[in-house]
């Protein structure tokens, strides 16, 4: 049965104007991009052909645009719109720091962190400078390590941070294993931080580990 033939309902674009995003399976909201399937199955069927074959969501969305061109109900002209669909939504994670308003919502700090950092393959510690009014300054991606691990230097964090002025500052990093619970040595680092940048006045706001999960913060488990 073709989806238009499905109860309107239960039609996935339908579905979404209805009932908003939210309400649609991965494979729904894969199908909705897709328009149509290939031969003899309709784009839902197809999208779940992709997602089991290829792995979740994410990982299918993590492919290079140059690998999504060759998988089959994609293509060149589809890999490339979804390439930028992507990118859109980065871009709208980036206009609130562009437009400088403050970051209240940690959830939203820890949102833009995974949006930089999940997918990495090795392990990248970043900053984000804030004004005093926790405004964004800047995001600089401090230091790279190998796949278990990062060098981190309290001393060049505290530089950069009186480089742009800051008052305060956000970091994070990725664990590229996937598994986003908070190490001793995580833990460690973010004292060490703690302590020298309350040294020249600025303040640690959080430090978020990024995995395949929610983005962990060590501020809500009282390690800030």
Request: a neutral charge.
């Amino acid at each position: 049965m073709h989806i238009r033939d499905w109860p309107h309902h239960e039609r996935p674009r339908e579905k979404l104007l209805d009932r908003g995003p939210g309400s649609l399976s991965d494979a729904e909201l894969l199908a909705v991009f897709l328009g149509s399937g290939l031969r003899g199955r309709d784009a839902v069927a197809t999208a779940r052909e992709l997602l089991a074959t290829h792995g979740s969501l994410r990982a299918l969305l993590e492919r290079p645009a140059s690998e999504l061109t060759t998988l089959p109900g994609l293509g060149p002209a589809r890999a490339s719109a979804l390439a930028g669909a992507l990118e859109l939504g980065t871009r709208l994670l980036h206009s609130a720091l562009e437009r400088g308003d403050a970051i209240s919502d940690p959830q939203a700090a820890g949102r833009y962190f995974a949006q930089r950092l999940r997918g990495r393959p090795h392990e990248v510690f970043a900053a984000l400078f804030l004004d005093t009014r926790h405004r964004a300054l800047a995001f600089e991606e401090l230091f790279q390590g190998s796949v278990d691990s990062a060098e981190v230097y309290p001393r060049e964090v505290a530089r950069r941070a009186l480089a742009h002025n800051a008052a305060a500052l956000i970091v994070g990093h990725n664990h590229p294993s996937g598994c986003a619970e908070p190490s001793t040595a995580d833990r460690a680092v973010t004292v060490k931080l703690k302590q020298a940048l309350a040294l020249v006045d600025i303040r640690l706001l959080d430090h978020f580990v990024i995995g395949d999960g929610s983005p962990q913060s060590m501020a809500a488990r009282g390690w800030v």
